[in-house]
């Protein structure tokens, strides 16, 4: 049976440089007989985190429950079935989108922390999924990596989700041209990263 492989976009443009790239990622996990599926974040009801820390008393490797009913358990479902995870987001104001962010503290679940104790622990150290991180940005890829936090919070995520990443694709000078295209260099890339998800 072939591997599954699910991408998670917190971009708010279908076909920009981002979902781009992600497709292409998935693109190589398929050349290699992966099932692949996108989530795309603007298309989830996901609520605010209210910080109750009800998800993180109960201990054990399983995820605590949230107590909001929205689609964020449907997500998670559909990520504890992969074997690997693709998670993109351009950068806006410094660091991953504020769709992305609203997931990514969704994620307390993983965490272990009941009241009394200093700071979350999470809940499993082991990594079984394999990761593809891609973020896109205005300037410099290297600046996006000195002077963001995108790189740490699609790092965290991918920790928090039981993931060790295999590769990333950070995409910068993006704000040239509304419709930036990848070259077939990056494209290439991002395939290969795919291949390497299975």
């Not at 072939?2 to 292409?24: E, F, H, L, N, Q």
């Not at 009394?116 to 991180?133: E, N, Y």
Request: charged share 20%; glycine share 10%; with cysteine.
């Amino acid at each position: 049976m072939g591997k599954k492989v699910v991408a998670i976009v917190g971009s708010y443009r279908r076909r920009g440089t981002v979902d781009t790239a992600v497709a292409a990622v998935l693109e190589g996990a398929r050349m290699r007989g992966a099932t692949t599926s996108t989530i795309y974040l603007t298309e989830q009801h996901i609520d605010f985190c209210t910080n109750c820390r009800s998800c993180g008393q109960t201990p054990g490797a399983d995820r605590g429950k949230c107590l909001l009913q929205d689609d964020l358990n449907g997500i998670m479902s559909e990520i504890e079935s992969a074997d690997a995870i693709v998670l993109g987001s351009p950068v806006n104001c410094g660091n991953v989108t504020a769709i992305f962010r609203q997931f990514m503290e969704r994620l307390m679940g993983c965490c272990y922390w009941p009241w009394g104790q200093a700071s979350p622990k999470i809940r499993s150290t082991k990594r079984r999924m394999k990761a593809v991180l891609v973020a896109s940005s205005a300037m410099p890829s290297v600046m996006m990596l000195l002077f963001t936090g995108a790189s740490t919070a699609l790092q965290m995520t991918a920790k928090l989700l039981g993931a060790k990443s295999v590769g990333n694709i950070w995409l910068g000078l993006r704000a040239g041209d509304p419709h930036h295209e990848l070259s077939a260099r990056t494209l290439a890339k991002a395939e290969r990263l795919g291949m390497k998800l299975v």
